[in-house]
Structure formats: C-alpha cells, structure tokens
C-alpha cells in the first residue's frame, strides 16, 4: 500500500512538472531552441504576484493570475531579446547564451522583488482525505485536474484550431511554412507566450503545494522541465507529459526509499542513462532519427 | 600589489582556465555545461594529495590534469553517439551527478590533530599548502597567470597547426570533415579530453587558492558561466574566453557599489550585445581580417 501512496504522490508531482516540460518542448519542437531562462521567467511570475499581492489584494487567485500573465510576460520578453534576433540554424548556441544572460537578470530583478530568502504563498485550502488506505491532499487532486485541463486546452488548441494547424505546420518544416504564408517570428512569440502561461500555471501548483517561494526556484524549474522533456524525448508534447509523469514517480520513490539526499542523484542518473541507451528519450524517437539522418547525409 | 586586487585577479585567471576548457569542447563543434564538474575533480585531487598523502605540488597538480582528463575521457566515451543538444544535457547530468558523489564523499582523517579530508556537503577544509610554503596573493597571482601564459602560448601554437585546422573542421561540419577521411570521433574525444585536463588543473590551483573547497561551489552556474564567457569572448582565438572572463568579472567587481542591480544591468547587456555581435567579440572572421591586415603591413 505503501508503494502505491508514493506512486500517487508522484503523479500529483510528476502532473506539475509535466507541465513545465510542456513549455520547453513546445520551444524546442517548433523552433529547436532551448530556453533557459524560462525557470526564471516563471519565479518572476510568481514574485511579481507575491510582490502585488498586498495592493492588489485579491488572495489565492490573485497569485494564480498574476504569476501566470508574470510569466507569459517574461517569456514574451525572452522571446524578443533572446530567440527573436537569432533565428539562423547555426545561431541556437547563441539564443541560448543569450537567454542565459537573461536568466540571471530575472533573478535579480525577482530576488530584488522578494528580499528575504523564502516568501509565503498561498495555497487553496482543501480539505485532506483518505481514500480507502491512501491519503489524499485535496490541493494536490485540485492541481492534477488542473494540470490535466490545462493539457487538453493546448490539445484542443493544437489540433482543432488554426492556429494550431500553424503551429504543427512550423514545427514540421518551418521553411515550407513560411513560404505557403505562415508568419514564423510571429508564431515564435505565441508559443513563448503559450509556454509562459502553462509554466505560470505549472509554477503556481508547485508553489501553492509547498507554501513558499525561494529564490532557487528558477533554477530548480528549469532543470526539472529540461529533465521532464528529456525523459520523453526532445520536442515531443505527449513525450513531455509522460516524461513528467515519471520523473515525478520516480523522484518520489527515490526519496522514500533512498533518502532525499539521492533523490535528485537518482533522476540525473535516469535521465543520463536514458539519453546514452536511448537518445531519442522515451517518445521522440522520430525527431532524433531525422536530425540525425540529416547529419549523416553520406 | 594590493591582496584584494591580487585575489580578483587571480580569481579571473582561475576562471579563465573553465572558461578555456569550454572553449576546447566548443572547438570540435559540442557544447558542455559540465567543465565545472571536472574544474571540481581537479580541485578535490590537488587537495587530497597535498593534504592527505603530503605529495608535493607538482604530484598534485598533476593528478588533477590526469583526474580531470579521465573523467571528460568516460564521459566523452559513454555519450559518443550523442551530438548537439542531447550532448549539453547529458554533460550537465553527467556534472551533477559527479557532484552528488562528492556530497556524499566522506574520507577524513586526523592529521596533527587536525581533521582533514574531504567530509561531504562541508567539503575539504585546510588546504594550507600556500601558508605552509608562504605564498601571499601576488605570489600566487604570478604562479597562475604564469600557468595560463604558458597554457594560451600552447593554444596559440595549436592554433596555427593542422589539428585545429581539422578540428574547426569537425567542428563546422562533420559530414565535410569525414569526406575528408578525418574520424570526426577521434577529434571529438581528444578535444573533451584535453578540455578535463584544462579544466582539472585550473581547479586544482583553485583548490589551492580557496584553501576551503565544497562541492556546492561547482554547480552548473559556475559552468554555464564558463561557457558563456567564451561565447562573448568569440571562438577566432584562445584569448577569447580570456576576454569573456575579463569583461564579467572585471566590470562585476569594478560596479560593485551597484552590486543590487549590476545583473540586472549586465544580463540585459549582455543580451543586447549578442543582437549585434552573435558571434562574440572575437569571431573567425574578425580574426582573419586582423591577421591579412597584420600580414600585409610587415610583408
């Protein structure tokens, strides 16, 4: 019964990160770029929400609104420093560069917002249960439903809409896109924001769970969500999700059964070795076979 | 020379030899966020030999160049089908992971009443080679920047030689470079090897330096950094990283009384700067005008 709490434990966890990993592999799926400041974009969410907060005074769903337009705000702003200036093939080292010097100047503008080491953030207040023999934080259910609405709006969005039908478009073969009338830098600036507001939503669930913010919180998101798309193969949405699932269960299980200090030791070594047996991750098998078929054209 | 100033000099010299060491794997074409993780390895082997065995400076020094080398070396061998980004991420998986070992790496003994040795998240205390051979800061700003003279003098002979010719080759394109008959692979590893050694000696100076190491100071910030300096130094030459770290931590410890907000400053800056010169200052191109120029005006 025991392994079956922990598992569940995960899931609800593995549901947030899911999320975050959606934002890089939305980035990297349709303009093969990482983003490393996008954990920085959303502690600046959450510490611009924290930091109106007393003015705005609109309590739990204040937070949830404003660290979500903070982070699709400072992902927008990302996107036309960092991403927007370098769209060459050969120029990803540079965006990413870039958006490393950006990481580091939302970190200080969000640590200059919250002076002391941790702030308070709310979080709904919801009842506990127990669910035959497992015990479950009302909060934490609230946040998986959350996470799974969110995941199927951008499904609706991708695959019923138009704009959607772009965005597929762009990510299979950008020129051709561009050349039948897609308006690719445009489309650039959506999906930054797009990633923005599902990694708002995804840093408010994490922050509400655990009741406080720490400045290590955009370095701490942007490895999780790197992991998470790692996991379940670069570039792939449904890789994303599963890849966040698992780093979740499994991170969960290594700290009950190994102690925290290996938790984090436990999830690098999963995703080292997921990269040196299968580089393609879990699910983006496809992507790599054609990047590196292109490489190996002889 | 003032010991404050010597000491944010030396720091700068230390950080080149990262910033160096990215610069190599950046050479065959590859990106690392893990050098830290290998700055960190020499670093711990320099201490443990002057520390704990009592070898002499050189012994030490050397194990760390060896001890830096062997880890790029498994790493570079483990992920040899990787390229590109699935090669950045698993270096900073693989840098953690190294650095989750040495939180654990507990190995102290008393010595002279002392206990010493490397003791997990607390590190490698006493490191005292440099009060025991009565070095002062300016002293061991010479020793360093005497290392990394003689390290940019080997580059720039490197520079001028076939191997880097062909391993820009390999780095540029390694489709041209195989139709070439070169083995991209053996350029690969031989450049991410020489790169740990780089790295490995470079930290072990910094362990001698710091006197006081732990792993929490070899986090992937410090490697990120290392690689973005090299980046705004440009890669057309080995001084390049050199003048990333200059630019950074010169203009950081020169604005210091604007220390809130000199990264808010600087990140932006540094971002504007990359709109207009992506390449970084330094580019291949810029440093092929230099030398027609040069070559000209003394031919």
Redesign the interface.
Known sequence: MNTLQTSLDGLMIGSTYALIGIGFALVFGIMRRINLAFGACLLFGASLAIYLEPWLGWGVWGLFLVTMVGAALASAYVERLCFAPHTKRTQSMTAMIASFAIWMQLDEISSQMLPQRTHAYDGLEMPTFWLGEIYVRGDQLLHFCIALISILLLYVLLYKTRLGLLIRATADNPETAYLLGVRVPWLGFIIFLLAGILGGVGAFMILSADGYVTPMFGMWSTFKGLLAMILGGLGSLPGAVIGGLILGIVETHAGASLGAEYRDMVTFGLVFLVLIIRPGGLMGVKIYRTESLAQERI | MDPYLASVLTNMTLIAFLAISAYLV?VVGE?SFGQQAFFGIGAYLTASVTVLADGHVIWALLTAVVGGAAGTLVLGL??I??????FA??T???A??LR??L??TRFTQIIDGRKLGPDGPEGFSNIRWIFDNHFDATDFLLLSVTCLTVLLLLLFGLARSRLMLQARMVGND??LA??QGLNPTHYRLGFITLSGAVAGFGGGLFALFNTHIEPAMFG??LG?HA??YS??GGLGSPIGPLIGVVLDIGLLESIRQLA?????V???L???F??FR??GILSHRLVARLKRRWGRRHV
């Open positions: 950046l990106v483990l992920t089908r990787l390229s590109g980004l699935y991420i698993s900073l998986c693989f953690e992971l989750f070992s939180l654990q390694p489709i195989q139709s992937v910030m990120v690689l973005t980046i705004i809130a907000y000199r990264m808010i600087f990140g932006g540094v971002a504007l990359l709109v992506p390449e």
